[in-house]
């Protein structure tokens, strides 16, 4: 690896173990092995070089995500619904510095247009995805209606398990809670 590369490994390395807030350039040059007077050289400033991690560090989010939802862990019990959270839940506490990343990420693009453009150009295919994975029907055949609805809903379900397990593990959700909680949100109204 060149020393644009290094620069990139190590500010993705420290965007995981330190955030985005806490890493320095210095943190970045003692990571990757190089020199500060790099980090001008290859990405301008400190600021675009961290921008490139943290979509260096989306990519990785987006290809553990594809990782963990197309893996069977242990425990798999045949309901489709309770086995995708399980894997969803699995992948949050085995690669916790990713996911705390891509929140980070998130926050970040507020104050980064470019960052956010990405995110943004990001979303539809997310939405597509998830779509694909809770009907089973492949992506490429899914209408528009489907990915706005059923694929918007199930990326914002996974936001909030995420920010719960993220923030206290010992409370957030089991798999079956989950996929209980949604099947009784979308079955009918009990009458009181």
Sequence with gaps: MGHREDLLDGAKRALYEKGYARTTARDIVALSGTNLGSIGYHYGSTEA???????????????EIARALGAEPEGEGGDPVVDFWRRVIHSITTHRALWLASVEVMIQAEHNPHLRAQLAGGLQAGRRGMAALATGVAEDQLDERTVRTIGSAQMALMSGVVTQWLTDPGSAPTPEEVAEGVRLLSGPRLEQ
């Excluded at 070089?49 to 290809?63: F, Q, R, S, Y």
């Design 49 to 63: 070089l961290m921008t490139a991690a943290m979509l260096g560090a989306m990519e990785d989010w987006g290809d």
